[in-house]
């Protein structure tokens, strides 16, 4: 079945650092991909999404390509904020899931000043 | 617009009683699913609706959980009895169902304490 890997968090970063988290899928077919960020209190957002091998989803700064070859869907951003402080969780959705998200298990970020 | 709407957002019950959560969609979407998120196990998926009929249930755990979505504009999920191990924050979440699949709209959720 299709399944999520995240690294394990917390991340805490200083602010204007390069953030990495990596995440990688396995999944029949060719799956969509996102991100969602999920602020302290709050449900989760989309932040980004990749609906076939080679794109490039990119809001808020934020980045991710998807690659097939690796299965992998790393997020990226260049400067972090005290704002970015969240959870993220990288999600698929294949052509197997119907109408599902699988979730990873979510990567919380802390960026310190 | 208003967003997915859901109650309560706090919830602390005794071990055997009934516990109900509501969600109301925003207007016009189609999907609507219910997730369930601990520490332990992440997100699930409990059990989803589309056009107010459900499609997938097959990640409600047991006997004891129930969801319905009696009309366009509301869906409940019920607990009864209900255990510690129940003890979780419960989303709802909509999709229009002329997205593309997995863009979600999620609520604030429900936290749930069960003693």
């Known amino acids: 079945g299709n399944s999520v890997t995240q690294m394990e968090g917390p991340v805490t970063l200083s602010e204007e650092a390069f953030l990495t988290i990596n995440c990688t899928y396995t999944a029949t077919g060719y799956p969509s991909l996102f991100w969602y960020v999920q602020y302290p209190g709050e449900g989760l957002q989309l932040l980004l999404k990749a609906t076939k091998a080679d794109d490039k989803g990119s809001n808020k700064g934020f980045e991710a390509t998807y690659r097939k070859e690796t299965t992998s869907f790393h997020l990226e951003k260049g400067s972090v904020q005290v704002s970015d402080s969240a959870v993220y969780f990288c999600a698929l959705s294949g052509t197997g899931g119907g109408n599902k998200l699988t979730f990873g298990t979510g990567t919380q970020l802390k960026v310190e000043l | 617009d208003a967003g997915v709407i859901q109650s309560p957002r706090h919830e602390v019950t005794e071990m055997g009683q009934e516990v109900t959560l509501r969600c109301k969609p925003i207007?016009?979407?189609?999907?609507l699913f219910w997730y369930r998120q601990t520490m332990m196990r992440g997100l699930e998926l409990l059990i989803y609706f589309n056009n107010n009929v459900p499609i997938d249930d097959s990640g409600m755990p047991e006997d004891r959980f129930s969801a319905k979505m009696p009309n366009a504009s509301f869906s409940t999920l019920k607990i009864q009895p209900s255990e510690p191990r129940d003890s979780a924050v419960y989303f709802c979440a909509t999709l229009p169902g002329q997205r593309v699949i997995g863009e979600l709209f999620f609520g604030e959720g429900s936290r749930l304490t069960v003693l």
């Open positions: 207007s016009g979407h189609d999907y």
